[in-house]
């Protein structure tokens, strides 16, 4: 017994090998074959050809419809969404935008793109995805006040996320020109409101030309760190009627804002702080908004040879980079200087905190420890809605950019290495690569636990996609809750290998997000590969009938734990608290009886479904089939039953 463990653990291991993860995964193999489930056409029913009759109704206007309108402000609007370079319209289409809707279809020739949704929610969070991945928003539109309501929680994560999205939603502003019935409820004097406390901007335009202006604004106001998302609400009259003064109208010319560098002063007095630490640290969220921001980064951190923590708000640091000490938060209490670059949560990653009995804090750092900030999160906040988090006391807070300002910092830093400082700074740089490389071992080694278990680990489960994927220019676009097994096992060195969180933790975000980026990825021809919660998933499952009937690829692997696990957690602890018993916690936190077989509902909704994979050995061989219906431009849903955490 004891030769057959050693044998088995050699086995794991011997998967986990090396940087890229090689090892004993089955080998690729066509797709569909036997018992395995395909992406089949549906069956259609044999339609008969219309009559002449039927087909006057069904595309004739009314008799009393005018049908020799020339123009209409909705093309004049069309003009100026292409004029800003905006590619995709994601929408779930409604009367109150029929006038743009139309516009687009006929005189833009499907420019912007439409991008056919069945919930507002999903049209937002694709956008979302889309913009963290192409660098540019995406538009949508929604249907009155309803519509917005309904898309009100992804703006919101994407208001969190400080992602730019614009957003319009269509209105009929005066009373004398709704017709009775749903125009009434679904209108508003000011539609707007509804998100203005999580919007950066918005506005009712009241004319065509004042539409034209407030579009390039609300562009430039988007996309102007600190980013956010932008509302338009547009007047069904103004988008429908004829455009009676067409050479008065004029599109604004549009320049991007150069996004602000911090203070050289500042910078020149962080740079001290930093060459004179003993054990500097570089603490960053979301500071990768372009290619740039990574290569800054790590430019820095070489310069000083000092350890880098990633809370992976974007694509920021290599992970098997030999400074990258992500997984090594206790490098915060030993740390004397700690710089603290576009921090979403600074105090939480500052803080030991406990919410057990009673809620309590500490710092996690030393007491003489020097904390400098550099960000724009500071230049735009507002009071109702708490995303800013709890206040952090600081030492120099440097207002600015964080990728723009980085290059200068490195070379305020360059300017006061002098050999000395050197050769201590590679010596504290190599003892940081042996922690790093460490870290990564014990990570596999890590992995290696419940191997062979059913339900499936999520360790291996994260492992197997990697064996299947690590060959491909690949981008992890989405993960389930507190799944950080990626980041500890794969090796992410490309900008777009990864685009962050959801922002507000708001759920429903993973699926029709990581659409929205695998289509930015479509055009480069990368290979999109996503995680997502199970509970997650149920909010917008729609979201896949968008993937198959727009063709975008994408590989989601369900990590189907069958509960809304963290809120199990969370009750367990409260019921063992008041010593109550732990052992019905199941009911309201659990996805069972009956269990959802989310592979059925892929198919359903016309894309590739494979699963639920329940034994280990099955999984490598369907991850191989999903893999080559991506690959062939169609996406695919992989159901594994994993375990809880």
Known sequence: MPKRRHSTESNRRNFLKGASLVGAAAAIVPPAPGNAVPAAPQERLK??????????????????????????????????????????????????????????????NNKPE????????????????????????????????????????????????????????????????????????HSGVDIGHLVREFTKWDDQPASLQHFAESAARAYRVATTPPMGPVFLALDAELQENPIANAKSLRIPKFEPVIPPQGDSGALAAAAKLLVEAQNPLIICDRVARTPAGMANLVALAETLQCGVIDNVGRMNFPSRHPLNQSF???????????????MNDLWGTLTHFSDRIVRQSRPSTKPEAKIITLGVRDLFLKSNYQDFGRWQDVDLNIAGDGETSLPALTEAV??????????????????????????????????????????????RMCA???????????????????????HRL????????????????????????????????????????AFGGDGDFMFNPGALWTAAHHKIPILYVVHNNRAYHQEYMYLTAMAARHGRGVERMDIGTTIKDPNIDYATVARGMGAHGEGPITDPKDLAPALARAVAVVKSGAPAVVDVVTDPR
């Not at 370079?85 to 005189?107: D, K, M, T």
């Not at 090594?328 to 576009?342: F, G, H």
């Not at 290696?448 to 680990?457: E, K, V």
């Not at 922002?503 to 480069?524: E, I, R």
Request: glycine share 10%.
């Open 47 to 108: 339609a008969t050809i219309p009559g002449p009759l039927q087909v006057a109704a069904e595309t004739m206007p009314p008799a009393n419809d005018p049908v020799n309108q020339t123009s209409s402000g909705g093309d004049f609007m069309v003009d100026v969404l292409n004029s800003l370079g905006i590619e995709y319209l994601a929408i779930n289409c409604a009367s109150s935008y029929r006038g743009l809707h139309e516009a687009v279809v006929n005189h833009g």
């Open 114 to 185: 439409i991008i056919t949704c069945v919930h507002e929610d999903i049209a937002v969070h694709m956008a979302q995805g889309y913009a963290k991945i192409e660098g540019k928003p995406m538009a949508m539109a929604c249907h009155g006040v309803v519509g917005l309501q309904h898309a009100a929680m992804a703006i919101y994560n994407a208001w969190c996320d400080r992602v730019p999205i614009v957003v319009m939603g269509g209105n009929i502003m005066e009373a004398d020109k709704r017709a009775p019935g749903a125009e009434w409820p």
């Open 328 to 342: 090594r938060r206790s490098l915060i209490a030993q740390s004397d200087v700690i710089l603290a670059i576009e």
């Open 414 to 459: 360059k300017r006061l290495i002098d050999d000395n400082r050197k050769s201590a700074f590679e010596a504290r740089g190599q003892k940081l690569g042996k922690l790093h490389m460490a870290m990564v071992e014990q990570s596999k080694t890590d992995a290696t636990i419940g191997w062979d278990s059913s339900p499936i680990t999520t360790a």
């Open 464 to 486: 197997e996609v990697y064996n299947q994927i690590k060959d491909e220019d690949w981008s992890l676009v989405g993960t389930a809750i507190r799944l950080t097994w990626p």
């Open 490 to 529: 794969w090796d992410f060195k490309k900008s777009k290998q990864w685009n962050g969180l959801s922002g507000g933790s708001g759920v429903g975000y993973n699926l029709p997000a990581s659409l929205g980026a695998a289509l930015a990825n479509k055009k480069h021809g990368r290979f999109t590969v």
